[in-house]
């Protein structure tokens, strides 16, 4: 089916095929089935009648996808133009940008300025795959020890993390998006919760079990991921500053 709405109020629906039941909410509650080959136009006052071809040229099948061919090619020249301006931010420690790697390829080359030769990525397990749009790159990690392995030097007084992430499912407790192997007095943890709720969590002793909840220190968000937004691309952002112990969270640009 077409539809049209205008700014003013007025609108017009036409069945190309199939059957779109209309219904208009109110005090005057109406419900209208139109069958293929039919259409009505609502002006703006609200009143209906029929019409037996449509005002408007909608588009096509082939003309949305040509639309959208050229509004993705337009993101991903404007995504790649600001991932160029932060690869220059000298306060970046480790970005993995997953853009120009071979697919047999188990290296992810940090773009940070001034990296340490450590901080490049080991592929363990996971597979390349397609990221937001075409020809952009992205991990797809499915086995249960698909990971990136890193080396990240130093301490830090305080932190951002952020990725954009396509949940499939978030089948444990605590599932994890940077993480350390180190059980260490001071170690972080950014994680998604079961709930799709965004967890960063610092150790306050040196613990291999993590099972007295008064090792942890952990601030958990309101669900950012929630289940109508599975297999969706999201930013996600978690900022910690040690110093005075504040902690936010963000999803796509917003505090959660």
Known sequence: ???EIARGGEGEVFVYKGLVRLTRTGLQAVQRDLQEGQGIRIDAAGQVRSVSAPAANYATVSEL????????RLRLAAWREA???LNRDPSLLVRFDFEEHAQDERILRNRAPN???????????CQWSDGR???KGALEFKGVGDRVRLMVPGEMQALTFSAWVRAGSLSHRYNALLV?????????RWQLTQQGQLALTQLLVDDESLADPASTQRVISAPAIPL??????????????FRTGAVAHYVDGKPV
């Open 228 to 241: 109508e937004r599975m297999g969706l691309w999201v930013h996600v952002v978690s900022v910690v500053d």
């Open 65 to 72: 996808a040509r639309l959208q061919q050229g509004e993705t």
């Open 1 to 3: 089916f077409g539809m």
């Open 133 to 135: 749009w075409p020809d």
């Open 83 to 85: 991932d160029s301006d």
């Open 180 to 188: 350390s192997d180190s059980y260490r007095r001071g170690v972080v």
């Open 115 to 125: 990296s340490a030769a450590s901080t490049v990525g080991t592929l363990v397990g």
